[in-house]
């Protein structure tokens, strides 16, 4: 039970993460791309970018018209998706371990 009462503390903290710090997040270019644009081969990355055909392009929830906002709840969105994902993960291991042999 102290487990599941941390995940949900970290969950918590997670999300509130997620809703209050990713709007203020630096719009200047990650890393990899910096170094691209220096060394001037960015444009050949360039083409029909597979994040646009994604859930959330650009780090923004589709159909939402405040910036901010769309971009919390792409965060938000994220984070539960990862804490579903890793339950099942767990609940899986946790049920194989445990099987009689």
Request: net charge positive; aromatic share 10%.
């Amino acid at each position: 039970m102290k487990t599941w009462i941390l995940a949900g503390a970290f969950l918590a903290l997670s999300l509130a993460l997620a809703y209050f710090v990713a709007p203020h997040a630096s719009e200047s270019p990650d890393g990899l791309e910096k170094v691209a644009e220096d060394k001037g081969f960015l444009e050949k990355g360039e083409g029909d970018p597979a994040w646009k055909k994604s859930p959330a392009p650009d780090y923004k929830f589709p159909g939402v018209g405040d910036e901010k906002r769309a971009t919390s709840l792409a965060g938000i969105a994220g984070v539960a998706g990862v804490f579903v994902l890793g339950c099942g993960v767990a609940w899986v291991l946790t049920r194989r371990r445990a099987a009689p042999k």
